[in-house]
T-cell receptor, first 114, second 114 residues
Framework: QQQVKQSPQSLIVQKGGISIINCAYE??????FPWYQQFPGKGPALLIA?????SEKKEGRFTISFNKSAKQFSLHIMDSQPGDSATYFC?????????????FGTGTRLTIIP | DTAVSQTPKYLVTQMGNDKSIKCEQN?????MYWYKQDSKKFLKIMFS???????INETVPNRFSPKSPDKAHLNLHINSLELGDSAVYFC?????????????FGPGTRLLVL
């Protein structure tokens, strides 16, 4: 069963535009939500993460928006650059002591065109 | 000074063979993981070790056997390889076992079973 659903599967955005990737989760026990970025031929790397006690977290051009009641969260990339072209994975984890493994979304391949 | 390294980078083998993938981390971390990424980029955890002790063992065929000789190494042995085992296998590590621990991924091992 897919506990974390991610959309879109692929996304093309013009340079300078805003890239938006959405995720929805089913398990209400999840309370930690990281985003990972993966460049071709490389392993994923942590980009930014959020806990549900805040509705938004911003780091540079990257912002996570969180809607606890809807069980949805999204990644916004402002002023998207060609160097942002990568596959992005959302993930979710339950609290400590509940087998807090990361459950990943299916990934979004983002392409930023000049 | 690679943080998480895997060998080999590519592995092409015949069905029925037995193969091993090695992983080493020089970050001094206590927890290591194996993930499988299929052709659709879906990333799923297979195993996790904390201080050489197995703490996550997902529903993985018992043809897959992890071995952790010490905290810095986590190897993956696969017996009787099948076509469906073709994937990219990522090793990762984190400082400790916990929800907010950043996982550092290796570059991946691309396994192709013919």
């Amino acid at each position: 069963q897919q506990q974390v659903k991610q959309s879109p599967q692929s996304l093309i955005v013009q340079k300078g535009g805003i890239s938006i990737i959405n995720c929805a989760y089913e398990n209400t026990a999840f309370d930690y939500f990281p985003w990972y970025q993966q460049f071709p031929g490389k392993g994923p790397a942590l980009l930014i993460a959020i806990r549900p006690d805040v509705s938004e977290k911003k780091e540079g051009r990257f912002t996570i928006s969180f809607n606890k009641s809807a069980k949805q969260f999204s990644l916004h990339i402002m002023d998207s650059q060609p160097g942002d072209s990568a596959t992005y994975f959302c993930a979710a984890s339950p609290p400590f002591g509940f087998h807090e493994k990361l459950t990943f979304g299916t990934g979004t391949r983002l392409t930023i065109i000049p | 000074d690679t943080a998480v390294s895997q060998t080999p980078k590519y592995l092409v083998t015949q069905m029925g063979n037995d193969k091993s993938i090695k992983c080493e981390q020089n970050l001094g971390h206590d927890t290591m993981y194996w993930y499988k990424q299929d052709s659709k980029k879906f990333l799923k955890i297979m195993f996790s070790y904390n201080n050489k002790e197995l703490i996550i063992n997902e529903t993985v065929p018992n043809r897959f056997s992890p071995k952790s000789p010490d905290k810095a190494h986590l190897n993956l042995h696969i017996n009787s390889l099948e076509l469906g085992d073709s994937a990219v296998y990522f090793c990762a590590s984190s400082q400790d076992w916990g929800q907010e621990e950043t996982q550092y991924f290796g570059p991946g091992t691309r396994l192709l079973v013919l």
